[in-house]
């Protein structure tokens, strides 16, 4: 799965009973049951898409009414149960799948991403299109097992249930690459986000062995790809961190941002500062913007700090006109720290403190220097004082 993914954390406990002996219905009759456990899904206030769904099972209540007349087997073996939901377009290629479990403590997982339609074996384009609308019976395989799914479907919306079946080969083969006794919540976890042995071997091949599961499986939730990888090998970031890709991924670094880093003079820079670069918005183009305005090549933490703390181009343009020019870029973060805007030094100048140090603007505002404050010492006799006196004085609590 990709950065955009809609993923939060699989919760799965195994379940130890069969439950081939409860679902032998078949699948018509069991696709009356899909639709009441949707309605129970989306009535538990599962997600904005669950409550959709709700309406759907509703509008197509005749169909849990046919299902009674016919029976035929469901594909089930010791193994989890769940929820699966589908919304297809017809000019897309792709479909918007969620699966989603609860677990007998009663937690609730799901899962959700775009995928190609073809993840999908045994769904036609005209079930899932129906106008009329039908049951349907397709399964999702993959290394680690087979979802084996049924429900129903109508105009690009789908929703059922499924059981899912762990593939005993791939036990096999993750043993001999050093992942034994795996439970079957890990296969099922396996499963749905996609971690095949091709991939493992991909990742041996560039010098990632004996990844952690829950590494291989984070890697695959936020699309850290072994072509991921490679490019950024090919730009010199080699043998990174775990942590630091998928960090990158969910941040939105790109190979392009990485060139357009370097084209504005920044080659080879440390990830943990990329990645807070993408962050907190320090793009190339406000690189750009910052060297229009005289701050050329500044160090990435001064970059990030100007984003955090709001030091724009605008902020520099108006204390340029106000005098204060080629302000250190330290100054400039301390003064937005602390609240010296343009209007305070405008207002300071309006009663006679011209051209006042940025060390004592940022000291005036640290200790509540204000211009009514001035006004009320001059008004009790204290005139012509010094910012380091008026500073002093609010330090020792005169006039309060």
């Not at 290629?93 to 899962?111: A, F, N, P, V, W």
Request: glycine share 8%; hydrophobic share 40%.
């Amino acid at each position: 799965m990709n950065a955009k993914n809609e993923t939060r954390p699989l919760n799965i406990h195994a379940r130890q009973t069969s439950v081939a002996s409860r679902l032998r219905l078949g699948a018509l009759i069991a696709a009356a049951a899909v639709a009441v456990s949707c309605y129970a899904w989306a009535a538990a206030g599962m997600s904005a898409r669950a409550d959709k769904l709700d309406t759907f099972v509703l509008d197509n209540r005749p169909a849990a009414n046919v299902v009674h007349a016919a029976l035929t087997s469901v594909v089930a073996q010791e193994g989890f149960a769940g929820q699966w939901t589908i919304e297809a377009k017809e000019n897309s290629d792709r479909i918007y799948l969620s699966i989603s479990r609860r677990s007998e403590r009663g937690g609730m997982s799901q899962s959700s991403s775009n995928y190609p339609i073809s993840i999908v074996s045994g769904l036609t384009r005209e079930q899932m299109f129906s106008n009329a609308g039908t049951v349907v019976r397709f399964q999702i395989v993959r290394d680690a097992g087979t979802l084996n799914c049924e429900g129903w479907f109508k105009s690009g919306k789908g929703a059922g249930s499924f059981t899912f079946t762990a593939n005993q080969s791939y036990a096999s083969e993750m043993s001999r690459n050093g992942y034994s006794n795996l439970s079957q919540e890990k296969f099922f976890s396996l499963a749905v986000h996609d971690v095949s042995t091709g991939f493992i071997q991909e990742l041996r091949e560039l010098g990632y062995d004996r990844i952690d599961l829950d590494d291989l499986i984070g890697m695959r939730i936020h699309g850290v790809s072994p072509q991921y990888i490679r490019e950024f090998k090919a730009r010199g970031y080699d043998n990174l961190p775990v942590d630091e890709l998928v960090a990158m991924r969910i941040h939105g670094v790109t190979l392009k941002f990485i060139e357009e880093m370097e084209s504005a003079g920044y080659k080879r820079q440390p990830i943990d500062q990329i990645v807070a670069l993408r962050i907190h918005g320090a793009t190339p183009e406000f690189i750009r913007e910052m060297k229009e305005a005289g701050y050329e090549r500044l160090p990435l933490d001064e970059l990030v700090a100007f984003r955090i703390h709001g030091v724009t181009t605008e902020f520099i343009r108006e204390l340029n006109a106000l005098g204060y020019e080629r302000v250190p870029a330290d100054n400039l973060v301390s003064m937005r720290i602390h609240g010296v805007s343009t209007q305070f030094i405008k207002d300071l100048k309006a009663i006679g403190y011209d051209s006042v140090d940025v060390d004592d603007l940022v000291a005036m505002r640290i200790h509540g220097v204000t211009v009514s404050y001035i006004q009320k010492m001059r008004e009790r006799g204290f005139k012509d004082l010094s910012i380091e006196q008026l500073v002093d004085m609010r330090i020792h609590g005169i006039g309060e």
